[in-house]
């Protein structure tokens, strides 16, 4: 082979490593490029996605606060506010207004409840007579704890799911036997657990009637009845009046027939 040849040769196997080597370092540079832009576009995705679920995130807590702010005065709260009807839509034209003043802490409350409570709730569902159920919470100065006033609150979320008058009957069902300076009272778990699975909520229903109570969205309402309760000059619990009239209620009896008798001979 000549001189001239090998130089040719030698040249063109040179520019050859030349070309390839700039075709390697072409193809990393693409490479490279298009890890930035898959970087850059999941860098965007990543910050996407985390706004559409602090979005979501937001418009669920705002949804929820909403629900539980439309539950704040109870569906059959009476017409000044100053308490819930316990059987709406029922009572019989001019049927007797009976009125029970009560605090969830306070144990005569109860007594008054368990003896006479079932023949009224009777009488009401007949339509015999028209029952309210006003809320107090002096009890919860007296035992330093914050037991009537959630009670409260949660008896007036459940008239929102149409399980009022057993959601009451449950409350003082579960009150403590002995009234204790600083205890608990009832827990929350009992008010919005408990209770709730024993009068039937589930489903949508549980789901709105613990937003409301976790928002304690029937607060300002169950103020306005302790403040309604003692404007009307109440100063004790349980307080039963009918059409206005203050009663006893050892005289209303056990029976239905014994209550109604007694109601109608204060109306």
């Not at 990393?28 to 850059?40: D, F, K, L, V």
């Not at 807590?61 to 009807?85: F, H, L, W, Y």
């Not at 009022?164 to 403590?176: C, G, L, R, S």
């Not at 029937?218 to 009918?242: E, Q």
Request: net charge neutral.
């Amino acid at each position: 082979m000549s001189k001239k040849t090998e130089t040719t040769s030698g040249a063109t196997s040179a520019q050859n490593r030349r070309e390839q080597l700039r075709l390697k370092q072409e193809a990393e540079a693409r490479q490279q490029r298009t890890m930035r832009i898959i970087g850059i576009a999941a860098a965007l995705l990543a910050l996407v996605v985390v706004a559409v679920v602090g979005v979501v995130l937001v418009q669920n807590n705002r949804n929820k606060v909403e629900a539980a702010s439309a539950q704040g005065t109870p569906v059959n709260a009476n017409a000044d506010k100053s308490g819930i009807v316990v059987n709406p839509g029922k009572a019989k034209s001019g049927a007797p207004v009976v009125t029970v003043y009560l605090d969830y802490q306070c144990p005569i409350c109860k007594q008054a409840e368990t003896t006479v409570g079932p023949a009224l709730e009777a009488l009401a569902e007949k339509g015999d007579i028209s029952l309210e159920y006003r809320t107090m919470k002096f009890m919860d100065t007296n035992l330093s704890n914050t037991a009537s006033t959630r009670a409260a609150v949660a008896a007036a979320c459940s008239d929102n799911q149409g399980v009022y008058a057993k959601y009451h009957d449950e409350v003082y069902a579960n009150q403590a036997q002995q009234e204790v300076q600083g205890s608990e009272g009832y827990s929350d778990k009992l008010l919005k657990e408990t209770i709730p699975a024993a009068v039937g909520l589930s489903g949508e229903k549980l789901t709105s009637f613990q937003q409301c109570y976790d928002a304690q969205a029937t607060l300002d309402f169950v103020k306005g009845t302790d403040d309604k309760a003692g404007a009307a000059g109440v100063t004790s619990t349980p307080t039963f009046k009918v059409n206005d009239n203050q009663i006893d209620w050892t005289t209303l009896g056990t029976t239905e027939e014994s209550a109604l008798a007694a109601i109608k001979a204060a109306a």
